[in-house]
T-cell receptor, first 111, second 114 residues
Framework: QKEVEQNSGPLSVPEGAIASLNCTYS??????FFWYRQYSGKSPELIMF????GDKEDGRFTAQLNKASQYVSLLIRDSQPSDSATYLC???????????FGKGTRLSVIA | SAVISQKPSRDICQRGTSLTIQCQVD?????MFWYRQQPGQSLTLIAT?????????ESGFVIDKFPISRPNLTFSTLTVSNMSPEDSSIYLC???????????FGAGTRLSVL
């Protein structure tokens, strides 16, 4: 059973702080990892993707991957109230396989 | 990003009826998927839409209930058949852009069954 696990939250952080979102996956064959942001009533929007061990930075977002520990994380620096949303972690075996999603972590950034 | 157009955006339907959801993608997309998101839950894959052949369904989903067509590379439909209130959910179409190995999502169809 391929599973992606996330803490459902809510995770509350003050504005300007760093939000840290975590995800673990069970399928060692997973090669690609994605973070989607989903606002209430909207469809998922891709935030970051990562394929290799280590860190990948894009603006205020940093994705981290540790394949040995089967662990993926997303850091959001200088959190803003507009970052309040549900963040979905997803994994895929190859480029032609569908994503397996975690249940999502609800983030609340308090002004 | 890829353009994924999905319609209708929402509908309210009576028990026992069927609804067909349409998804149009741009030419970057090769694979298309259909997901369901029940209230407060994450996304569950219903099936992979295969061009010109029967869709590949995930465990728990059957063709009689969720018939899917993909007559060409850029268009697919999902029908929710003989609906019951338990089918009330958001249905999402997704397209994979292989050059980027990224899946993009349509805006979703919010279905309520009375």
């Amino acid at each position: 059973q391929k599973e992606v696990e996330q803490n459902s939250g809510p995770l509350s952080v003050p504005e300007g702080a760093i939000a840290s979102l975590n995800c673990t996956y069970s399928d060692r064959g997973s090669q690609s990892f994605f973070w989607y942001r989903q606002y209430s009533g909207k469809s998922p929007e891709l935030i970051m993707f990562i394929y290799s061990n280590g860190d990948k930075e894009d603006g205020r977002f940093t994705a981290q991957l540790n394949k040995a520990s089967q662990y993926v994380s997303l850091l959001i620096r200088d959190s803003q109230p507009s970052d309040s949303a549900t963040y979905l972690c997803a994994a895929a075996r190859t480029g032609n396989t569908p994503l397996v999603f975690g249940k999502g972590t609800r983030l609340s950034v308090i002004a | 990003s890829a353009v994924i157009s999905q319609k209708p955006s929402r509908d309210i339907c009576q028990r026992g009826t069927s609804l067909t959801i349409q998804c149009q993608v741009d030419s970057q997309v090769t694979m298309m998927f259909w997901y369901r998101q029940q209230p407060g839950q994450s996304l569950t894959l219903i099936a992979t839409a295969n061009q010109g052949s029967e869709a590949t369904y995930e465990s728990g989903f059957v063709i009689d209930k969720f018939p899917i067509s993909r007559p060409n590379l850029t268009f697919s439909t999902l029908t929710v058949s003989n609906m019951s209130p338990e089918d009330s959910s958001i249905y999402l179409c997704s397209g994979l852009v292989p050059a980027k190995n990224i899946q993009y999502f349509g805006a979703g169809t919010r279905l309520s069954v009375l």
